[in-house]
Nanobody, 122 residues
Framework: QVQLVESGGGLVQAGGSLRLSCAASGRTFGNYAMGWFRQAPGKEREFVAAISWSGSYTYYAEAVKGRFTISRDNAKNTVYLQMNSLKPEDTAVYYC???????????????WGQGTQVTVSS
């Protein structure tokens, strides 16, 4: 069982930056691939980024490639999402997720945080 708590959301102007954090409980954080998803009002939740358990592999949705960076610190049981050059269309609730399989974490991970709101003003 993994419990996840996101933080770092807020209001930012277009072109600005935010860094989201996701703190995980449990001593087996290093065994899990981690992902970030987002859900905008009236839209389905969508995949944003994923990182392997070691941090060696990362994968991004096309919409954020080149602007967002996912990273992790296994010693701190934390995964990050650095978001640069933010656009109004990035406005959404952002969720982190965990799953041992790197492929599954991009689609149907079993463990989810409660989400953090990111609002980008134009």
């Amino acid at each position: 069982q993994v419990q996840l708590v996101e933080s770092g959301g807020g209001l930012v102007q277009a072109g600005g930056s935010l860094r989201l954090s996701c703190a995980a409980s449990g001593r087996t954080f290093g065994n899990y691939a981690m992902g970030w998803f987002r859900q905008a009002p009236g839209k389905e939740r969508e995949f944003v980024a994923a990182i392997s358990w070691s941090g060696s592999y990362t994968y991004y949705a096309e919409a954020v490639k080149g602007r967002f960076t996912i990273s992790r610190d296994n010693a701190k049981n934390t995964v990050y999402l650095q978001m640069n050059s933010l656009k109004p269309e990035d406005t959404a609730v952002y969720y982190c997720a965990a799953e041992k399989n790197m492929i599954v974490v991009t689609a149907t991970p079993p463990y989810w945080g409660q989400g953090t709101q990111v609002t980008v003003s134009s």
